[in-house]
């Protein structure tokens, strides 16, 4: 692959994601920055041109534009040793995937958001009042990863996947959302992994 565009906002966890992937398989992204804070994504350019849903990341190749982060790691991670094999395998490793999306991000990452960038003092009170329920559903996420980390270093077929990828992206930035890392020790060893494994790029990178 070559020529792609990531358009993105390089604190995004979701854009993190991409690099990441991009990184452990040895493809060069160009990439566009878009201050999510300043509407930089809603303005008639970016709606009519790149996503008419008014979101990043959004991964240009040529003239197709791909949405949706997990779906743009799996584009890039197709045919990779990032992509287990088996049927099974590769339905197990999309189902993390899912249930980052619907599970731990609207909750870590949200809360991440409004927390870091937002601040709490800024949030309205419909935002406010969602506050302890997403803590305890980020909570409940953590928890669970935790659990299946137990007896095995990888989310998914006993090797890295595009499954730890996007799981790790909010995960390893959930304390600037005010959850305590340290009270999840295999995800920390998790973390550890891959934070030295060939290949890593951090969120600053």
């Not at 966890?13 to 509407?39: F, Q, S």
């Not at 995937?97 to 409004?114: D, G, S, V």
């Not at 009270?183 to 890593?200: F, K, L, Q, S, V």
Request: net charge negative; aromatic share 10%.
């Amino acid at each position: 692959m070559s020529g792609l565009i990531l358009h993105e906002d390089a604190r995004s966890g979701n854009c993190y994601k991409i690099r990441l992937t991009a990184a452990h398989v040895g493809i060069k992204l160009e990439r566009r920055n878009y201050d999510i804070m300043h509407g930089e994504t809603r303005t008639p350019e970016f709606l009519s041109n790149i996503n008419a849903n008014g979101r990043i990341p959004v991964l240009q190749d040529g003239n197709r534009f791909l949405t949706e982060s997990n779906a743009i790691c799996f584009f890039l991670a197709n045919g990779s040793k990032l992509i287990p094999d088996g049927h099974f395998d590769q339905a197990d490793m999309l189902r993390w995937m899912f249930w980052e999306q619907y599970n731990h991000e609207p909750n870590i990452a949200t809360l991440r958001f409004w927390l870091r960038f937002i601040g709490i003092e800024a949030l309205n009170d419909a935002q406010r009042m969602q506050i302890t329920g997403k803590r305890e559903n980020g909570l409940h996420a953590l928890d669970l990863m935790d659990n299946h980390l137990k007896d095995r270093k990888w989310f998914v077929a006993d090797q890295f996947s595009v499954a730890d990828i996007c799981l790790f992206a909010y995960t390893h930035v959930a304390d600037e959302a005010d959850f305590d890392l340290e009270a999840y020790p295999e995800i920390i060893r998790w973390m550890e992994r891959i934070m030295t494994m060939d290949g890593h790029v951090g969120l600053e990178d």
